[in-house]
C-alpha cells in the first residue's frame, strides 16, 4: 500500500496519537535536560565578573561541546531503543495473529510523510487523550492519511 493514502481505523488512529504524545513529552524532557547542562554549566563554570582569555573560551566551549554531544547521543540511543521496543511490540502482536509485517526503511525520511507525521504530531499536542473505548462506543471513524 502507498502510505501516502492509508487509512487508518479510530483505534489504531489514537495509538498513533498516543505515540506521538510520548514522543512530544520525552522531546521536551530532552530539551528541558539541555537547558540544565548549560544552567549548570555556567554556574559552575563561569564566575561572576571574569575575563577569559580566547584559549579558555575555546577550551570551556570545547567542554560544553563534549558534554552536549554525550548527552545527545544517549537520548538519541534511547529513541532508538524505544523504537526497537515498539517494533517487537508489534511484531509479537502481529505473531500473535499469524500476521508477517515488513518494514520500508526507504520511505523513514520522505519529506513528504515527515511532514504529514509532523501535521498528526501537532493535533496531538493540541489534543488532550481520548478514551479508545469512548471512540469505539461513539462510532467515530478517524483516518491518517498520508
Known amino acids: 500500500k502507498d502510505l501516502k493514502t492509508i487509512e487508518l ?3 489504531h ?3 498513533v496519537l498516543k505515540y506521538l504524545r ?3 513529552l520525552h522531546r521536551k524532557r530532552q530539551v528541558k535536560d539541555m537547558e540544565g547542562i548549560f544552567e549548570e554549566y555556567k554556574d559552575t563554570r563561569l564566575g561572576s565578573g571574569e575575563s577569559f582569555t580566547s584559549d579558555e573560551v575555546a577550551t570551556l566551549l570545547d567542554s560544553l561541546g563534549a558534554t552536549l554531544k554525550a548527552d545527545m547521543y544517549r537520548n538519541l540511543q534511547i529513541i ?3 523504537n526497537g521496543i515498539l517494533l517487537k511490540q508489534l511484531f ?3 505473531e500473535d495473529n499469524i500476521v508477517n509485517l515488513t518494514v520500508d526503511t526507504s520511505i523513514l525520511e520522505d519529506e513528504f510523510l515527515l511532514s504529514m507525521v509532523q501535521k498528526l504530531e501537532d493535533d496531538a499536542e493540541s489534543q488532550p487523550a481520548r478514551s479508545t473505548a469512548l471512540l469505539e462506543s461513539a462510532s467515530i471513524t478517524s483516518s491518517m492519511v498520508f
Do not use: D, L, P
Open 92 to 94: 509479537a502482536q502481529a
Open 80 to 82: 532508538s531503543n524505544s
Open 9 to 11: 481505523n479510530a483505534h
Open 13 to 15: 488512529n489514537e495509538m
Open 22 to 24: 510520548f514522543a512530544i
